[in-house]
């Protein structure tokens, strides 16, 4: 069996990257957001770390700087090139990966569901 080239698994990978729902504070949806058309993952380009597409601005770089406190106004004065949609497309990423990392029956916190605890 052939190895897929860099480039085809990075492809494939980011082609299984969900869309997801944006909601109001009041929690009315608000529509969706295909991440994947704001965020690539080339080979040549940051040594193939996920970048917002047609910058060099990695997604490890934005989610320090949420991390750190800074707000997306912050960021985006730091990036002109970014936009708050951008910003919001790295948060979904993130959300995504560390539900996939956690898995589904993790929950907020780090307490495991009571299906998890030995009886």
């Given at each position: 069996?052939?190895?897929?080239?860099?480039?085809?698994?990075s492809?494939?990978a980011?082609?299984?990257?969900?869309?997801?729902?944006?909601?109001?504070?009041?929690?009315?949806?608000?529509?969706?957001?295909?991440?994947?058309?704001r965020?690539?993952?080339?080979?040549?380009?940051?040594?193939?770390?996920?970048?917002?597409?047609?910058?060099?601005?990695?997604?490890r770089?934005?989610?320090?700087?949420?991390?750190?406190?800074?707000?997306?106004?912050?960021?985006?004065?730091?990036?002109?090139?970014?936009?708050?949609?951008?910003?919001?497309?790295?948060?979904?990423?993130?959300?995504?990966?560390?539900?996939?990392?956690?898995?589904?029956?993790?929950?907020?916190?780090?307490?495991?569901?009571?299906?998890?605890?030995?009886?």
């Amino acid at each position: 069996m052939a190895v897929p080239s860099r480039e085809a698994a990075s492809a494939y990978a980011m082609s299984l990257i969900p869309t997801v729902v944006w909601m109001d504070e009041e929690k009315h949806i608000q529509g969706t957001m295909n991440y994947r058309e704001r965020i690539s993952r080339e080979p040549r380009v940051c040594g193939g770390e996920p970048v917002i597409k047609s910058t060099r601005v990695t997604l490890r770089t934005l989610l320090a700087s949420l991390s750190e406190g800074d707000s997306i106004e912050e960021i985006l004065a730091d990036h002109p090139t970014l936009t708050a949609e951008d910003i919001r497309a790295v948060i979904a990423f993130a959300a995504d990966a560390a539900r996939e990392y956690l898995g589904e029956r993790a929950e907020p916190g780090g307490a495991r569901s009571r299906s998890d605890h030995k009886r």
